[in-house]
């Protein structure tokens, strides 16, 4: 059985064109989408973070209003950028947002995209160690958090308190056990989706991929999913390890689809770099009638072998009409694709 959420991007502009001119409106309008997709009957609500950019950026306000909001559906982040984060700051905030969506947060970390500014971490007071780079430094700031997120006590108690301690040593609060088990590793190389296996975190690959092959994407991420699963078992972790899959599909069911997507001109794969060295295989969009898509997307090797599949959604185009189309996929493609 298929989960299917949707991966907001939360972008907004100023712009006369776009449904989602501030900040604010990103926000909200990120809770009401929540919400209805949940009415709706979707599994997950995820979120992208980008600093420095008029985006998404520091997810556990939101998620924990969201949280507050709903009662069922998952919650989670597509992804957050390690390289940004203070682990125990981070520990403290994701804790009390689980907690208050009643241990609902699926919370996707990585080492993060290319930035919108030279070295944005630099400014959020975090330097690679000697010898080390920025991915390096981002896997170093995971391990720390996963640690964190077992709930086990670290910390010397001052013998003259404010108030009194438990015996032993002390550990963040609030901890939500069991959110340690939902952490998942945005995975853009085999190699990373095999060390995410290992350190006992869930899987998420996107709608690009860093180029280890020349194949398709849809071929590149099942054989990186094959690898996840084989580390996974081998680990012996002794749950099961789940997969994410990011993929933009808009079925065309009324007037508004086509204007929006009728057109769409991305109708295969695309090679692109990411930095000077960098190639990486970009996704196509898939948009047609519903039975010509489930026909597409019956031959995405990836999406047959991922449990959870992420809709990537135009947000600025607003609430109701983001509902729609996770309404149209959910009605008419999702069945066909193991969907309940």
Known sequence: MKRIG???FGHWSASPHSGTRSASDALLQS???AVAAEELGADGAYFRVHHFAQQLASPFPLLAAIGARTSRIEIGTAVIDMRYENPFYMAEDAGAADLIAGGRLQLGISRGSPEQVIDGYRHFGHLPAAGEDDGGMARRQTGVLLDLL???GFAEPNPRPMFPNPPGLLRLEPHSPGLRERIWWGAATNATATW?????MHMMTSTLKFDESGQPLHIQQAEQIAAFREAW???GHGREGRVSVSRSIFPLVDDRDHAYFGHSQQSSDQIGYL????????????????DALVALLSEDSALA????????IP???GVDYNAHVIESVLRHVAPALGWR
């Open 6 to 8: 949707f991966l907001s």
């Open 31 to 33: 809770i009401e989408l």
């Open 150 to 152: 077992r709930g086990e």
């Open 196 to 200: 995410a296996a290992g350190l006992g």
């Open 233 to 235: 078992a081998a680990a």
């Open 275 to 290: 930095d000077e060295t960098t190639r990486a295989v970009f996704g196509r969009t898939y948009a047609a009638e519903p």
């Open 305 to 312: 072998a991922a449990d959870t599949i992420l809709l990537t």
């Open 315 to 317: 947000n600025q185009l």
